[in-house]
């Protein structure tokens, strides 16, 4: 991981700005019948620039943005409903939920499968009961500075399963930046529900 999180600092200018040409809105609609309504407690694991943790308090939520990368969110920290943490997966150990949903976008093609065996209780442990883990799971190549591996999705969801989550969705869309779509970059969604 801390080779990923080198990557992402040596790039974070250029990734900000084009992280934020992105709309959330826009991002998040192949999920947004799932998210809880505000002012429901949202945990961004991975939140970048902030991009979609201040989207997501200028629509009532209250956010706890987490990120290894301060340089990648710097320009965002002054929102009031965002509460901005240096921590990563698979460990959280900067926050305490329960959350109503935890994002988890873009992230877990860096995580080893070590780091994810024990990335899904942990997020299952911040959970509130019957809350939500929205991941977006990224298929195609990566930047070499910034090391990827691949996914499993059935993997995911069998391990899902055993942790004590449901799988409630499953979508796969084109990448929302144009560079990445024409390097073949695709994505799934995933939501994962609680089960109490």
Known sequence: ???????????????????????????????????????????????????????????????????????????????????????????????????DCILVLGVWQHLSEMQRQASLPRLYALLAPRGTVVLSLRHGLGHPDRPMFDIDLDHLKAQADHHGFECVHEQGTASAQSKNRAAGVRWTWVVLKRRD
């Open 1 to 99: 991981m801390c080779d990923v999180v080198a990557g992402y600092e040596a790039a974070a200018p250029k990734l900000r700005k084009a992280y934020d040409a992105v709309c959330s809105r826009t991002l998040l609609a192949p999920v947004q019948d799932l998210l809880p309504a505000s002012p429901a407690h949202i945990l961004d694991v991975g939140a970048g620039s902030g991009r979609d943790a201040v989207w997501f308090a200028q629509q009532g939520y209250l956010v706890h943005a987490i990120d290894p990368v301060p340089a990648l969110s710097c320009q965002n920290r002054g929102h009031p409903c965002v509460t901005w943490i240096e921590d990563r997966l698979p460990h959280l150990n900067a926050v305490t939920g329960p959350f």
